[in-house]
T-cell receptor
Framework: EDQVTQSPEALRLQEGESSSLNCSYTVSGLRGLFWYRQDPGKGPEFLFTLYSAGEEKEKERLKATLTKKESFLHITAPKPEDSATYLCAVQAGGSSNTGKLIFGQGTTLQVKP | DGGITQSPKYLFRKEGQNVTLSCEQNLNHDAMYWYRQDPGQGLRLIYYSQIVNDFQKGDIAEGYSVSREKKESFPLTVTSAQKNPTAFYLC?????????????FGSGTRLTVV
């Protein structure tokens, strides 16, 4: 069964304190792994897509990496405006290319000034 | 600007009542999806549609119904058979981008049973 698990569930950081969020997955053929940011009461906002092990992508203070079993979202010197819930999702391969996403439960990040 | 519009933003349902959530997109995407989000849980797929006049059940379709009469529209009806409908509902559309489908999400509808 395709599954995505994120850890930790919640993370509190001081401004400037770097850390990483983890996304472990089991999927029958990975088409893509996605990271989204979600603010309270809003829809998810796209951050990154990773397609194969060894791939890395960066955007401002965020860097996403991918292995065959997990992905990390590294946050360098976070600011209070980085506070949000970060969602990880995978899209499975196979003959039925439906585009369905399987989501983890999210990591809620709070950055204190 | 292209995007997805969900309405209403907040919706209140009485016991035994059916309610319909609207989702409209102007991105010319073929595929559309409905997800449900509960506190502390990830998004769970309710229904999806890859082409007009066709749709498939997701993981938690019981108590919900959809239609796809136009490419731009994918409304979700929460029926009285859905025993625990209070949740945040998200609509999305996607287009295939060579290796995977890229998603665009709407801003969500929060449904509360009163």
């Amino acid at each position: 069964e395709d599954q995505v698990t994120q850890s930790p569930e919640a993370l509190r950081l001081q401004e400037g304190e770097s850390s990483s969020l983890n996304c472990s997955y089991t999927v029958s053929g990975l088409r893509g792994l996605f990271w989204y940011r979600q603010d309270p009461g809003k829809g998810p906002e796209f951050l990154f897509t990773l397609y194969s092990a060894g791939e890395e992508k960066e955007k401002e203070r965020l860097k996403a990496t991918l292995t065959k079993k997990e992905s990390f979202l590294h946050i360098t010197a976070p600011k209070p405006e980085d506070s949000a819930t970060y969602l990880c999702a995978v899209q499975a391969g196979g003959s039925s290319n439906t585009g369905k996403l399987i989501f983890g439960q999210g990591t809620t990040l709070q950055v204190k000034p | 600007d292209g995007g997805i519009t969900q309405s209403p933003k907040y919706l209140f349902r009485k016991e035994g009542q059916n309610v319909t959530l609207s989702c409209e997109q102007n991105l010319n995407h073929d595929a559309m999806y409905w997800y449900r989000q509960d506190p502390g849980q990830g998004l769970r797929l309710i229904y999806y549609s890859q082409i007009v006049n066709d749709f498939q059940k997701g993981d938690i379709a019981e108590g919900y119904s959809v239609s796809r009469e136009k490419k731009e529209s994918f409304p979700l009806t929460v029926t009285s058979a859905q025993k625990n409908p209070t949740a945040f509902y998200l609509c999305a559309s996607s287009a295939y981008r060579g290796r995977a489908y890229g998603y665009t999400f709407g801003s969500g509808t929060r449904l509360t049973v009163v």
